[in-house]
């Protein structure tokens, strides 16, 4: 059974920074690119990041380069999204998600549709 785990959320103020953790299990962590998206209420799934297999290729969305940093632990079957200077903006369930890759070291997922197996979130909370 896969199941990928979400943690490290939480209430926070503008500017404080929080580093999320995803843990999988049930699948071969080091063949899937790794990625974060977020769902704000009332708004669809926005792709953050994401990283391919090795972990040595991150890719961010615009809206967070600079912002959040995107890594993976392939020994510990984990990717963690460090989140830096938070905005209220950034309010929202945030998930991990596996894309298969057919191998490939250079494939990343950008879109929710790449990706065949989700965590259930973990709310992040921005006061002002």
């Known amino acids: 059974q896969v199941q990928l785990v979400e943690s490290g959320g939480g209430l926070v103020r503008a500017g404080d920074s929080l580093r999320l953790t995803c843990t999988v299990s049930?699948?071969?962590?080091?063949?899937?690119?790794m990625g974060w998206f977020r769902q704000a209420p009332g708004k669809g799934r926005e792709f953050l990041a994401a990283?391919?297999?090795?972990?040595?290729?991150?890719f961010y969305a615009n809206s967070v380069k600079g912002r959040f940093a995107i890594s993976r632990d392939n020994a510990k079957d984990t990717v963690y999204l460090q989140l830096d200077n938070l905005k209220p903006d950034d309010t929202a369930i945030y998930y991990c998600?596996?894309?298969?890759?057919?191998?490939?070291?250079?494939?990343?997922?950008?879109?929710?549709?790449?990706?065949?197996?989700w965590g259930r979130g973990t709310q992040v909370t921005v006061s002002s």
């Open positions: 990283i391919n297999l090795s972990g040595t290729i991150p």
């Open positions: 998600g596996a894309a298969p890759t057919q191998g490939s070291n250079y494939y990343i997922g950008r879109a929710p549709h790449e990706y065949a197996h």
């Open positions: 049930g699948l071969t962590f080091s063949q899937y690119s």
